[in-house]
């Protein structure tokens, strides 16, 4: 079971980023999945879902306007679509799987660098 994040980099204020989330040994048809993030010195922090059916999305009030999560089944992953990107979205970006019977997942993350 693996999941694998790509997509990250530096970006000036004001840019644009796809990150994706590819998942292997499991199917996430049947997962919420999402995206946290964790930037220097503090605390690991949600920042989108989406659910296992209907695709019902939520966001942090600090990045809802500006992020669009989407979940491809067909092809097993996730992405996050980051757009405005501020300094202070700088961060290692994380995706997690959570399904039933207490089965979640993490994946090692991307760093994402938002700097002129």
């Known amino acids: 079971v693996q999941l694998v994040e790509s997509g990250g980099g530096l970006v000036q204020p004001g840019g644009s980023l796809r990150l994706s989330c590819a998942a292997s040994?499991?199917?996430?048809?049947?997962?919420?999945m999402s995206w946290y993030r964790q930037a220097p010195g503090k605390e690991r922090e949600w920042v989108a879902d989406?659910?296992?059916?209907?695709?019902?999305?939520n966001y942090a009030n600090s990045v809802k306007g500006r992020f669009t999560i989407s979940r491809d089944n067909a092809k097993n992953t996730v992405n996050l679509q980051m757009s405005s990107l501020k300094p202070e979205d700088t961060a290692v970006y994380y995706c997690?799987?959570?399904?039933?019977?207490?089965?979640?997942?993490w994946g090692k993350g991307t760093l994402v660098t938002v700097s002129s």
């Open positions: 997690n799987a959570r399904g039933g019977y207490g089965m979640e997942y």
């Open positions: 040994g499991f199917t996430i048809s049947n997962f919420a």
């Open positions: 989406i659910s296992s059916i209907g695709g019902r999305r």
